[in-house]
């Protein structure tokens, strides 16, 4: 056990740090674990799709899950952000790239593409574009 957790009493050693996680083991403490789970946690509000976390709705069918609108959210992030990164490309190598990359067809990242919310998709792009700005090719001086 680690220190951290020999200081903590036993009533707060109960409460999980981070839903699902127990502060029994050091493992679940570590802080990717804990970063990944909070992103996850604030994408899911940030799509407002966090209705689907609640299960008990349609309990004969099967469950709409989250991981499906997350998918389709960092599939369009990585068209955008590669369509910025890299203007020279045409669209189609992009959303072929990104396909083989997540594993699906072309089809259905074009299909994911136009089904982005107008707000979402400008969001995407102007964050797509400092980072373009600031990490993309060095501009060639004409002087």
Known sequence: MSR??????VHYQRL???VGN???HSRDMQPTKIL???????RIHILGIAGLL???KHPAHRPKTVDSPLLRDEIAQAVFYCRALNPTKSQKQIVGGVGDLYG???SYVYEVLSKVDAARKENIQAGAAVVAELYGRPKKSTT
């Open 16 to 18: 999980p740090v981070v």
């Open 36 to 42: 990944e789970t909070l992103d996850r946690v604030a």
């Open 104 to 106: 699906v067809s072309r």
């Open 4 to 9: 951290m957790l020999q200081e903590i009493t």
């Open 54 to 56: 609640d299960q008990s």
């Open 22 to 24: 127990s502060t029994r």
